[in-house]
């Protein structure tokens, strides 16, 4: 029995990864989200066990809550945790500051530590497990007016390759996965999907989720989805200015998709 924890089940890339996990034999599994309605759907609609917990991760008290509920219906076990809940607020720097970066911070970045925090003891209790967190091509390569969201996928980076190093020897294998333009209710990709010129380059949820299941009980240490997106990264470091010459000109912004947390809330953080 495998006890599997998915942040951001309720929708896109966590959906997909839960009814692809549930594929395993003897898996269990956890949903966290905010839309309960959405997560007690999936959990009714899965060939395997599955409870699940409806909170803001960016709540305080959540990682203790998200713990107890482990503990009291799981046993305290917990052989993966996904850490794929996340947003994108489109907007530059000058005319959302601070303030979108910092919520940008709050649930890419330190929800995901939180979780991490409080859940380490019981993935180590349980070794050979595993993490997963759920980066961005946008955390190797930035575009304007996504710098707030690039910047926490690259701080998750840095921390998930360190945390990697740290918990290896303790049978915690850590492993990361990329994405780059995945069609889901938070990313659209409508402009890109619209036009046959840019339609090949948009995934679907399914590809991600099994590159998840690679990076997490798979053992591999990361992956990008699709796979050509790691030469964006490589070139990234090997011809920056070249990179950073392309990603400024006016083809680039078409590449800035805008997503449904701009719709609901407007670029400008409230
Ligand atoms: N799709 C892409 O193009 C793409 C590319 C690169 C990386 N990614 C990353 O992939 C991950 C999943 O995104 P997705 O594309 O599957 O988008 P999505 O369909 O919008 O899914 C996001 C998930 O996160 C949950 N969530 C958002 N805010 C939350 C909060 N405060 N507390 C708890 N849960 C929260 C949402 O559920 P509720 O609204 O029910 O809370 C939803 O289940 C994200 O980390 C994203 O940055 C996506």
Redesign the pocket.
Known sequence: MAVALV??????????TALRLARDPGTELVL????EE??RELADSLPCPATYVA????DDDVPQRVRAHLEAEHGGALHLLVN?????WRGSFAETGYANVHRHME??FD?VVRLTEALLPLLRKAAPSAIVN?????GRVSRARTGA?SAS?FALIGWTDSLYAEEKALGVHVGMV??????????P?TELREKALTRWIVSE?ET?AEAIHQCGPGGRAERYVPRPYGAAAALRILAPSLVRRVLSGGAASNLTTST??DQDQGSNPG
């Not at 794929?84 to 994108?88: D, F, K, L």
């Not at 990329?178 to 990313?187: A, D, K």
């Open positions: 942040t951001g089940a309720s929708t896109g890339i966590g959906k997909a966290v989200a905010r839309r959405l997560l909170v803001d991760l960016t794929n809940a996340g947003a994108a649930l890419n929800a759920v980066a961005s091509t946008a969201y996928k990329l994405p780059g333009f995945v069609r889901t209710e938070g990313f990709a949820p991600v449904a947390a």
